[in-house]
């Protein structure tokens, strides 16, 4: 069995080496390459029920209501993949015999392998040069210096250098836009919005097709759309995008509608509520709901919330409407009632309960009073889960934080290894 050793760092349990099928569904992971070794992170992620389930590509194949996971598997993928395009590269053979097996498997002139070995320098292979081909064989017919001009464009505005193979795999029409018609009048839109520098480039990354859509007949419009109609006001615009920048690029008009008429219906939810959800959470818009809205109003329901209640819960915590039903909120909901002896009307009052994280904040915190023998007699104190380490260890606890993380540390590794143990 493979030797395990922990840490922690930004609230999130690293286990190294590791090998891959010691583990399963239950634990969500991504393997994150660097240094010559893995590294597996834990963490909880919403549901991907709770999204529109019908957005297919061209061909035929569903995807996420999200460009940034439509070629999530990309940053996955096995290393060993497509071996021969990186092999010859580095054994310094010839363009030509580089790219051989492009121009004999399929219709590559001969004439784009110059672009082809430029735009191998931002991590493409073989694989995904037939990607493009089939999604927009014209796009591989620009000279090496446009498309050169184009990325570096990008580059300049904040989009990492190894975000540019997704965005080209998500929307290789971008080679064929040029700077000056089109790159730069897209970006000055976005700052125009609000948008910090900063955040341009993820922006970008998050929806490169932002830049297909007109800045006048399209973005413009959305934009009004979200202020005027909707009743965004136009000093959060900029926070909205951020939060959802997707919104740009999706018609919003009948998302908004119909689940504007579902919250006022089923919890009658008045229209200040639901666009402070909107603003708060702007992927609510996304959600699907049949299978993301609806069953998470109907879990709140079953433990014993009215409507009214539901309502203060999402408009003050919307994200609560992506979190994962089996994973997230019923353990967190029997953990309150079972462990930290509270009701649930305290969800009305702490609704941020839902959103920390049962094995990196609750648990923790709450075992580590306990073990103190400081943890008030009776219904458990939210309020104490609330903030920094640093002012739960002063205000709470009256210790150092030093003391509580090797705590922390030592809890997560003896769960951990319970429910390894247990599993295997």
Request: glycine letters at 4%.
């Amino acid at each position: 069995m493979a030797i395990l050793s922990l840490y922690l760092n930004s609230n999130r349990l690293f286990l190294f080496p590791s090998s891959h099928s010691h583990f399963n569904a239950d634990a969500f992971y991504k393997t994150i390459r660097g240094s010559g070794r893995d590294f597996v992170v834990f963490s909880t992620h919403s549901n991907p029920k709770i999204l529109k389930p019908n957005r297919r590509s061209r061909y035929g194949q569903q995807l996420s209501v999200y460009d940034e996971d439509e070629e999530q598997d990309e940053d996955d993928e096995d290393e060993e993949e497509d071996e021969s395009l990186s092999s010859d590269v580095k054994n310094g053979g010839s363009m030509e015999s580089r790219f051989r097996q492009l121009s004999e498997d399929l219709d590559f002139d001969e004439k784009w392998f110059p672009l082809i070995d430029y735009l191998s320098t931002f991590g493409l292979k073989e694989s995904h040069f037939i990607q493009i081909y089939e999604r927009h064989m014209p796009c591989l017919q620009i000279n090496v210096a446009s498309a050169q001009e184009r990325l570096e464009f990008l580059l300049s505005v904040g989009v990492k250098h190894r975000d540019i193979r997704k965005i080209l795999l998500r929307q290789p029409q971008i080679l064929e836009y040029t700077v000056e018609n089109n790159l730069k009048s897209h970006v000055a839109f976005l700052t125009s919005l609000g948008i910090p520098d900063s955040r341009i480039g993820q922006i970008i990354t998050a929806t490169p097709s932002l830049f297909s859509y007109s800045v006048e007949h399209s973005l413009k419009p959305t934009i009004s759309y979200l202020v005027e109609e909707v009743g965004i006001k136009r000093s959060d615009v900029s926070k909205v995008v951020q939060l959802s920048p997707q919104i740009l690029v999706q018609r919003i008009d009948n998302s908004w509608t119909t689940r504007f008429c579902f919250l006022s219906e089923e919890l009658g939810a008045p229209r200040d509520n639901i666009v402070k959800m909107v603003a708060k959470h702007p992927q609510l818009l996304h959600y699907s709901i049949e299978d993301g809205i609806l069953p998470r109003i109907n879990f709140l329901r079953s433990i014993g919330m009215c409507n009214s209640d539901i309502l203060k819960v999402l408009t003050s915590l919307t994200q609560v409407l992506s979190l994962s039903l089996e994973e997230n909120l019923k353990p967190k909901y029997l953990y309150l009632i079972n462990e930290l002896h509270n009701e649930v009307h305290s969800l009305t009052k702490y609704p941020m309960y839902l959103s920390l994280s049962l094995d990196q904040r609750i648990r923790p915190r709450h075992r580590f009073l306990v073990s103190l023998k400081k943890a008030p007699k009776g219904p458990f104190p939210l309020s104490s889960l609330v903030p920094t380490d640093e002012s739960f260890c002063q205000q709470w606890a009256g210790t150092s934080v030093e003391k509580y993380q090797a705590f922390r540390q030592t809890l997560l590794l003896s769960d951990f290894a319970t429910k390894y143990g247990r599993k295997r």
